[in-house]
Each structure stands twice: as structure tokens, then as C-alpha cells.
């Protein structure tokens, strides 16, 4: 199974939106609602952001939001904050009944 | 509250064994499909397994990449899980997480995450 394809980084000023996106397959992405983002800090164990491609977990800013179309899913943040500089990772479950990790994005606010 | 600790990281020799646990609490354990997620310094998240719940057969899944090398197994009246890796590789080299879904008993989904622990490979 090969990693969901994400952007090495991206980057936005304050107050802006920025979208992640997450490619995969119909093996994966495109065939299973299953998608889930994840948002980790400098030696930090990951947190997470998105479940079920567009739910947000009880405490997730609003500012946070998942999508899906066809065999990628996309993040969008909204109104960037400083504290939202961090590295941000897509997964999603597989036909094969395993579950596939993207490569990663860097996110850096200006 | 939900909680996984996980604990037995260590440095360790090529080819040798090490067995890792993840010790849960404030959930009914049992219930629940628990996963393996592994990160190698400085690199990104790898998804190394899971155990279905008893319920779903208690049976297992695992990433090619340790595949036949590793096994994932659980102490439901301890509320515990295993990670019993054999054959270790310098690329095994990680910090090893243990997770839950956030909602579903049955996916292999990382929810909650516990604190990790360090795996190091190392002649």
C-alpha cells in the first residue's frame, strides 16, 4: 500500500485559509469515508483534527474543516493562527482492511 | 477520560526481540480495535497494525513492512496490548504510539494517541 500523496508544505499569513490536500487511491480515499487528519507539534504525540473525512472531534476549533471529492480529501484551515504551525497528516482505512498514512505537510504561518 | 500508556521501549541490537505494551484505561477496553503507529525520527507517521476486538474475531492486520516479523496481540482483563517485535531492523528504529478510534469499535482509526515510546536499533 502505497502513502497517501500530500503537499511537503504550505504556508499562509495570518487570518488567511489554507487548504491540505491528500491523494490516494480507490483502494483507499476514494472508496472509503474513512479519512482522518492529524495535527502535530515539535516533539509532540499527534492530535487528532478531522474524523470520517469531515467531523470534527469535541474541542477542534471550527476553523478546521475536511472534505472529499472523488480519490482526494482536502483540510481547510480558517482564520490562520500562529499556534496552527505544525505538521498535519491524512489517513485513511484501505480495501485491504489496513490503514495508509500520507507523507505529511509542513504548514508555516507568516 | 481516555488513556493509553505505552511502555518496554528500549535500545536494542539488530535482529534481536522486544516486546512493547500499551496499558489503557477509561474505556471498556475490550470493546474496542487497537492499533500500532510507529514514527521514525524525523520522518513521517507509519500505521504498523491492529488487533480486532474479540467481538470481530480478535484477529490481526499488519503493514507489509513487518509483516511476519511482528505480532499484536491483547490482555483484555488486563486492558493491555502487545507488540511483540522479533527480527529487529535498524530501520525499526521509532517512536511507537498506541491508538484507539475516536467513535468505532471496529476500524483501525487513531483517535486517542498515548505518549509513545522509543524503539532504537542500534549495534
Known amino acids: 500500500q502505497s502513502a497517501l500523496t500530500q503537499p511537503a508544505s504550505v504556508s499562509g499569513s495570518p487570518g488567511q485559509s489554507i487548504t491540505i490536500s491528500c491523494t490516494g487511491t480507490?483502494?483507499?480515499?476514494?472508496?472509503?469515508?474513512?479519512v482522518s487528519w492529524y495535527q502535530q507539534h515539535p516533539g509532540k504525540a499527534p492530535k487528532l483534527m478531522i474524523y470520517?473525512?469531515?467531523n470534527r472531534p469535541s474541542g477542534v476549533s471550527n476553523r478546521f474543516s475536511g472534505s472529499k471529492s472523488g480519490n482526494t480529501a482536502s483540510l481547510t484551515i480558517s482564520g490562520l493562527q500562529a499556534e496552527d504551525e505544525a505538521d498535519y497528516y491524512c489517513?485513511?482505512?484501505?480495501?485491504?482492511?489496513?490503514?495508509?498514512f500520507g507523507g505529511g505537510t509542513k504548514l508555516t504561518v507568516l | 477520560e481516555v488513556q493509553l500508556v505505552e511502555s518496554g521501549g528500549a535500545l536494542v541490537q539488530p535482529g534481536r526481540s522486544l516486546r512493547l505494551s500499551c496499558t489503557a484505561s477509561?474505556?471498556?477496553?475490550?470493546?474496542?480495535?487497537m492499533s500500532w503507529v510507529r514514527q521514525a525520527p524525523g520522518k513521517g507517521l507509519e500505521w504498523v497494525g491492529f488487533?480486532?476486538?474479540?467481538?470481530?474475531?480478535?484477529?490481526?492486520e499488519y503493514a507489509a513492512s513487518v509483516k511476519g516479523r511482528f505480532t499484536i496481540s491483547r490482555d483484555d482483563s488486563k486492558s493491555i496490548a502487545y507488540l511483540q517485535m522479533n527480527s529487529l531492523k535498524i530501520e525499526d528504529t521509532a517512536v511507537y504510539y498506541c491508538?484507539?478510534?475516536?467513535?468505532?469499535?471496529?476500524?483501525?482509526?487513531?483517535?486517542?494517541w498515548g505518549q509513545g515510546t522509543l524503539v532504537t536499533v542500534s549495534s
Open positions: 491508538t484507539r478510534d475516536w467513535i468505532q469499535l471496529w476500524l483501525p482509526g487513531s483517535g486517542y
Open positions: 477509561g474505556f471498556s477496553f475490550g470493546d474496542y480495535a
Open positions: 488487533i480486532r476486538s474479540k467481538a470481530y474475531g480478535g484477529t490481526t
Open positions: 480507490s483502494s483507499d480515499v476514494g472508496n472509503y469515508n474513512y
Open positions: 470520517e473525512v469531515s
Open positions: 489517513s485513511s482505512y484501505t480495501s485491504t482492511s489496513t490503514v495508509v
